[in-house]
Each structure stands twice: as C-alpha cells, then as structure tokens.
T-cell receptor, first 115, second 112 residues
Framework: EPEVTQTPSHQVTQMGQEVILRCVPISNHLYFYWYRQILGQKVEFLVSFYNNEISEKSEIFDDQFSVERPDGSNFTLKIRSTKLEDSAMYFC?????????????FGQGTRLTVV | GENVEQHPSTLSVQEGDSAVIKCTYSDSASNYFPWYKQELGKRPQLIIDIRSNVGEKKDQRIAVTLNKTAKHFSLHITETQPEDSAVYFCAASGYNFNKFYFGSGTKLNVKP
C-alpha cells in the first residue's frame, strides 16, 4: 500500500536555527498538507498546497514558515529561526481529492525538538 | 472558520462494551467527516468517514452517524477489544477539501 513518507523521524535543533522537514506524498495525490501536533494536544492545520501553490494556511503559518515542492516528488516545510514553541510532531499528509477519494493519508511524522 | 468540538476527552470501557465518541462542528458548509485512530507514537490513520449526504455508515464493529441539522456526528465502536485502545480524532472538511479541522481527541482505554 502506498504511504506518505517523512524525513527525518526526529530533529533536534537549536533555537534560532532553520529546519527543513521533508515529505514524499503518495505519487498520484494532488493535495498536500502540513499539520502539527504539540504533545498531548489536537492535530492543528498549518497549510495546504495544490497546483504548486498554497491553497490555504492557518494563522499559525506565519512568515516563519514556508513550503515548497522543489521537484515532482518532495514537499518540504521550512521553519526559519525556530522557537521553543515550535517543538511538536509535524505531520505531512496528501489526498487524491477526487469525488470519492477524499481521505488524507498521513506520514509517520517528524518530531521536532527545539532546545 | 470551522470549529470542531469533541467529547469526551477520555473514555474507559470494559472489553466487549460499546464506546461512543461525539463531535460537533460549526460550519454548515462542511460536508466530509473522517475519523482517525492514532496509536501511541504513530501516524493518524483513517478508520471510517462519512459525507453529508449520508446519515449513517457502518464498517464491521465501527459505525458513524451524522446529524446535519444539529451539526454533530458520532463514532460508535461495538464489542470493544484491547487493541481498540488509542486516541481517536474526528475531523471536518469543506467541499474543496483544502483543510481538515480536527477535534481535540478522545483517549479510549479498553480494559481486558
């Protein structure tokens, strides 16, 4: 079964540093998402990406964040100048977005720890 | 924007009993409602979903009901087993599926 894959599984970074979280969505999917989950809290929407541009973003997704699809397979989330409160599990997801194929498949997550 | 509320936050049941988790949503334009199961340290995985043109959907021991008028939907698990223990999240999405709003999660503990 196809899967969304994310790398790395765990990233530790110093406060103020930049991090890039990488995702390979399922190949025939058209919608890509980034979510985050602070430990013990709900899954929060960050951004969605469709047709090579941001479709929607939440208030969390400020100028510190950016997304990119640098090639036909990767989808990245960049966090500039990380803060302690950016520590969370970051999930990438993708969806085929057909009339009968709306499930969002999640990757296994990248645990980001900012120290 | 959409707001999804989920109750209860924790639920403990005896093996074999039923479990019910309830969610409400605020945006009448939402029309797709998935339920995800997340085991400790793992990714959320879809277990069942329902669209707004359907009132109920069942898949073996799992069922979801939707009341569009009242804007609430529920997950029902019958004959619970210890492996059902996990955190369950409801979610809502609109027509263009460009984002999913998640509930706060319910930690289900099934006691053997």
């Amino acid at each position: 079964e196809p899967e969304v894959t994310q790398t790395p599984s765990h990233q530790v970074t110093q406060m103020g540093q930049e991090v890039i979280l990488r995702c390979v969505p399922i190949s025939n999917h058209l919608y890509f998402y980034w979510y985050r989950q602070i430990l013990g809290q709900k899954v929060e929407f960050l951004v969605s990406f469709y047709n090579n541009e941001i479709s929607e973003k939440s208030e969390i997704f400020d100028d510190q964040f950016s997304v990119e699809r640098p090639d036909g397979s990767n989808f990245t989330l960049k966090i500039r100048s990380t803060k302690l409160e950016d520590s969370a599990m970051y999930f990438c997801a993708s969806s085929e977005m057909g009339e009968s194929n709306t499930e969002a498949f999640f990757g296994q997550g990248t645990r980001l720890t900012v120290v | 924007g959409e707001n999804v509320e989920q109750h209860p936050s924790t639920l403990s049941v005896q093996e074999g009993d039923s479990a019910v988790i309830k969610c409400t949503y605020s945006d009448s334009a939402s029309n797709y409602f998935p339920w995800y199961k997340q085991e400790l340290g793992k990714r959320p995985q879809l277990i069942i979903d329902i669209r707004s043109n359907v009132g109920e959907k069942k898949d073996q021991r799992i069922a979801v009901t939707l009341n569009k008028t009242a804007k609430h939907f529920s997950l029902h698990i019958t004959e619970t087993q210890p492996e059902d223990s996990a955190v369950y999240f409801c979610a809502a999405s609109g027509y263009n599926f460009n984002k999913f709003y998640f509930g706060s999660g319910t930690k289900l503990n099934v006691k053997p």
